[in-house]
């Protein structure tokens, strides 16, 4: 049982013990979750497309017919640079495949034993951005694929002959390497070779990596610190690393605040003031083994939103590159009226948006974005969470302070709370994936809450 499942029921049972609550209601909560991403996952292998550009292929002038093999010529692979091939492969033949459902490019050297492959697969969506979800895909399509293999820092599928690598290199990109019997001991050198034009390092809690020094690979997704409350990408290779976290709420209300915070919990040492990005920030060091004393820059982004982006040593050079090179992402376009790119697509004739001018809330590890509509029965209130935090439950006592409570489904979630405040106002709260939800109506408009629960939508889910 996952941390998350174990902490939601316990605060369940605690809060809601004369309420007669369901012990597994975090059970219902995850098997739900399990059963809508293997729904996606089918209407996905029937509607993805992908128009594959051509790459032109160099023309190679050949060489008199003799006894010397032909040189290798490298390409481009759908945009991915292929930076090691071994000698004598001549010039590849790239053509579109589709394996496991997922199109891609594939370019072709050699033949038969002096083979090697290079596949390009760009998925329009990755369910729930889950590598698991989309290897498990490729595992179907070749039974000789299997598990418990790291390529490039990240999880991979080989074969025993070692002749097959598949790794997801980010979201929306996966690479594989094949190699024929005379070339599998280059297939990691292969694969450690390609390089996606423009080196970036993918999305992590609302910024965009646009540049990642050479030699760092992604670990793996996002992770989540429970006891401190904060959010972590790691990207490491032959003795370097970097690593970027995100801490929201009362910690990181303004710069001062969250030196203070990385002092207590990340070993911070020093902390000169610092614009970073525009932002009030500071130049710091932090005493971490694996990254030999690493450089640091934090930052409020903006208030309840702080960003510390640590590096070992031998990447100083490239700190300020990586800084400038980091661009806040263009929310996906939220249906009907937005709360913090949460879409509230139903709302009562005539009412108008009043949002109240201290339309923030900090917590411990959680910042929440509020706004309000009004209207001639009463107003309506919703309040969008984000934060590491939202991974848990250890937070509910403090956003629901005073809120009387009672455990049953939400909308289409089977695991939510029913809430009453002392002034008569009905709300329903609820967890999705990265946020959590907390919808409430006037005495007058309680018959409206489940149109308006239901009319919620978040476009990145």
């Known amino acids: 049982m996952s941390n998350l499942e174990n902490e939601l029921r316990q605060a369940m049972i605690e809060e809601t013990t004369d309420l007669g609550a369901p012990p597994d209601l975090a059970q219902q909560a995850m098997r739900r979750a399990r059963q809508r991403r293997s729904s996606h996952l089918k209407a996905l292998a029937v509607a993805a497309t992908i128009v594959v550009g051509a790459v032109a292929v160099p023309v ?75 290897l498990a895909r490729f595992k179907e399509s070749s039974s000789a694929l299997r598990g418990g293999v790291l390529v490039r820092g990240r999880p991979g599928l080989t074969t025993l002959a070692d002749d097959d690598l598949v790794w997801v290199e980010r979201p929306d990109l996966v690479l594989r390497v094949t190699v024929g019997a005379r070339h599998r001991s280059d297939l990691r050198a292969i694969a450690d070779g390609l390089e996606p034009e423009g080196r970036t390092g993918g999305v992590f809690e609302g910024l965009l990596l646009t540049y990642l020094p050479a030699g760092l690979h992604l670990d793996g997704p996002a992770s989540v610190n429970g006891s401190t409350s904060w959010t972590q990408m790691r990207w490491s290779g032959n003795d370097v690393s970097m690593r970027l976290l995100a801490v929201r709420g009362a910690d990181a209300e303004d710069s001062q605040t969250l030196l203070a915070w990385a002092r207590a919990h990340q070993d911070l ?29 934090l930052w409020v982004e903006k208030q309840g939103l702080g960003y510390i982006l640590a590096i070992s040593r031998p990447l100083a050079p490239e700190l300020d590159r990586i800084v400038d090179g980091l661009v806040p992402v263009e929310p996906a376009p939220a249906p009907g009226e937005s709360v913090d790119g949460i879409g509230v697509t139903y709302l009562p004739p005539g009412f108008q948006r009043t949002t109240p001018r201290g339309n923030m809330r900090f917590g411990t590890g959680w910042s929440a974005t509020i706004d309000r ?32 409570r009672r455990p049953a489904p939400v909308g289409r979630e089977p695991v939510g709370i029913w809430t009453t405040d002392p002034n008569g106002w009905r709300g329903a709260f609820w967890v999705a994936p990265g946020v959590a939800l907390h919808v409430k109506v006037g005495p007058g408009l309680a018959g409206e809450l489940d149109k308006i629960v239901e009319g919620i939508q978040d476009p990145n889910s």
């Open 60 to 134: 190679y002038l050949g060489v008199q017919a003799s006894s010397v093999a032909s040189p290798t010529r490298s390409a481009v692979v759908d945009g991915v640079q292929v930076g090691y091939l071994p000698p004598g492969l001549g010039t590849p033949e790239q053509e579109k495949v589709r394996d496991g459902g997922i199109p891609g490019t594939r370019a072709t050297w050699g033949s038969g034993d002096d083979e090697v492959l290079v596949t390009v697969y760009r998925p329009t969506v990755l369910e729930s951005r889950d590598p698991e979800v989309m």
């Open 373 to 404: 509509w009004s209207g001639s029965r009463g107003d309506i209130e919703v309040t969008v969470v984000r934060g590491g935090v939202v991974h848990s439950s250890q937070w509910l006592n403090e956003f629901l302070r005073g809120e009387k």
């Open 269 to 297: 040492s020093g902390g000169t003031p610092k614009k970073v990005r525009g932002k009030p920030g500071y130049s710091a060091t932090l005493d971490d083994p694996e990254q030999r004393q690493a450089h640091v820059r």
